[in-house]
């Protein structure tokens, strides 16, 4: 059984190392996509959980890497070999107003004609892997979700669940209760 948690937005960390952790428990595999690993730094998960940064992922496009050479890294490194000495307090006013003025608007432009490349990263990672459950922790990923289940071929569409405890997967059932309707929390 594989298990994968869809936390782009990283709102319910806690929650998704414990439930990540459990997954791990039952025997299953588990799998935790994130935006950004700097938010979830402080998290510690079980061993056997794999980690996937999507910006890291985002990185490794060869647009991507063009983009931030001709745009951020060139521009930069020139400033600062001719910004030496004197004209360092020059070179750095200079790096600034050419980010703030060029480089980040015309990465904005990129961004909007390039489109989100994070579904389709996220479609590439999982075409070949069968997911049993997918757990979306939080509203940025549901869009990713909704895409994902919907261009599934090849294998049968995972249980899409907003928590491990409802997957029907769990071993242990502290949070639920025998009637599939009940919310989390609520006493028989």
Known sequence: MHV????????????????SRQAVADGGAATVVVDRLGPWS?????????VVELD???????TVRFEQAALYKAPRKLL????RGPLRRISKRTER??????????HRAFLRVRGDQRPRLIDQLFARTPVDVLVVTDPIAMPYAARMVGNRTGHASPRVCFSYDYSGEATDRQHRTDDPDSAQGDTP
């Not at 402080?42 to 794999?50: K, L, Q, S």
């Open 4 to 19: 994968l948690f869809l936390s782009v937005g990283g709102v319910r960390r806690r929650a998704v190392v414990e439930e």
């Open 97 to 106: 107003a050419y980010q703030r003025r060029l480089a980040d608007p015309a």
């Open 56 to 62: 890291a992922l985002l990185r490794r496009l060869p």
């Open 42 to 50: 402080r998290e510690t998960f079980a061993p056997g959980v794999r």
């Open 80 to 83: 600062r070999l001719v910004g």
